[in-house]
């Protein structure tokens, strides 16, 4: 059962990494704006938190095969409304359908990893996501580049490989027990404890800076490598994604067993760095500097996102944990989607260029922030 869940988590979340480097053919042939691109990511973020925090759960009392079968039935459609999607209405309604799919079946397969490995678990969770949108985008870059008929072919590999999941999904055992309480498990529970209240507001600008840098990554990064800088084939946006998401997995799997503080300290050092050597790519065009920078700033995210779970989760006792963690997911796929959306308005206005550097710019103080609480914090 840890493999297949571990194998249908990254599918799940690959697929919503899928798309990236097609938006900039959905922007030629679909004449999208910047503004309606971060529009369509920002629905699949919003949809993402919506299911996330109902149904996400759900496996806890009715089980985890059946959520789990749910999720990779709604994987399939949105796969299907991808592939037949002509104007920006239909990706924005695939999207939203992905964003149910992604918030329902992460937790549940996670939690399915966690019953069947205790001891690998925590680690498979923490890369899960990270290998998946890698996967996904570089993927999906490759089929762009070199296969015929892309806005196709993409989702059709998807669809298969999420029909098998399907398939195989029968013979894997069920690892819970089901009992009742499904009906109330669906009310969002967000609470902040009083003890944790002062370790949430010091990562804040860390979750804020690291997930607002992945929602601009994964929705108007490869836009700005075809634009600014010149480099019109498509699987490069891909690439620059799946660097950030590898160096992020990576991260997490080499820096695990460090302290949280230390954690934070690199993660928002790294952050800052990657940011400031990726906006000097940009201005220089240089497709060197951009994936070095890219891939310095993937250990800040994953360093970041290890340290501020580290930092959180300690502070709240086991009841309380849901909550606290509802709360941070609101605040991160927020995050996700808000600033990405207020760039993609901006552009019209400012330029591509001027929005990376201010998005960046403001990435980078973010970060500076949360180095200083945290250095404060173990004063």
């Known amino acids: 059962m840890t493999a297949y869940s571990f194998v249908a988590a990254g599918t799940v979340v690959g697929s919503s990494s899928a798309a990236t480097p097609l938006y900039r053919l959905y922007q030629e042939s679909m004449h999208l704006t910047p503004l309606m691109i971060t529009l369509v990511f920002a629905v699949y973020a919003i949809s993402l938190l919506a299911a996330l925090l109902t149904v996400g759960g759900l496996s806890d009392y009715v089980g985890r095969r059946p959520v789990i079968l749910g999720g990779l039935i709604v994987n399939a459609v949105a796969m299907m409304l991808f592939s037949y999607a002509t104007d920006v209405g239909d990706l924005i309604l695939a999207r939203a359908v992905q964003g149910l799919c992604v918030g329902a079946s992460t937790t549940t397969l996670g939690a399915a990893i966690l019953d069947s490995d205790r001891i690998r678990g925590p680690l498979l969770n923490s890369v899960s996501a990270f290998i998946g949108l890698m996967v996904g985008a570089l993927g999906a870059g490759l089929l762009v580049t070199f296969a015929p008929d892309p806005f196709h072919l993409v989702y059709e590999v998807l669809f298969a490989i999420t029909a098998v999941l399907i398939v195989l999904l029968w013979f894997m055992p069920e690892t819970v027990s089901r009992k009742s309480g499904a009906l ?196």
């Open 184 to 379: 109330a498990s669906l009310r969002p529970n967000m609470r902040v404890p009083a003890q944790s209240r002062a370790a949430l507001l010091m990562v804040a600008p860390a979750t804020i800076a690291s997930w607002a840098l992945g929602g601009f990554y994964l929705s108007l990064m490869p836009t700005i490598v075809a634009v600014t800088m010149g480099v019109s084939a498509p699987w490069v946006g891909g690439v620059v994604v799946a660097v950030l998401m590898l160096s992020g997995a990576l991260s997490v799997g080499a820096l695990r067993h460090l302290p949280a503080r230390r954690l934070l300290l690199i993660g928002t050092v790294t952050l800052s760095i990657g940011v400031a050597v990726t906006l000097l790519g940009i201005q220089q065009h240089s497709t060197m500097a951009l994936f070095l920078g890219t891939a310095i700033s993937g250990i800040g995210f994953g360093s970041s996102f290890a340290g501020v779970l580290s930092t959180l989760l300690p502070t709240a006792e086991a009841h309380q944990r849901a909550g606290l963690l509802a709360t941070f997911y609101v605040i991160s796929y927020l995050a996700f989607s808000l600033p990405a959306l207020a760039a993609g308005v901006s552009v019209p206005f400012v330029g591509l260029a001027v929005v990376a550097y201010v998005y960046g710019a403001v990435v980078i103080v973010l970060a500076i922030v949360s180095l200083i609480a945290s250095l404060r914090s173990s004063e």
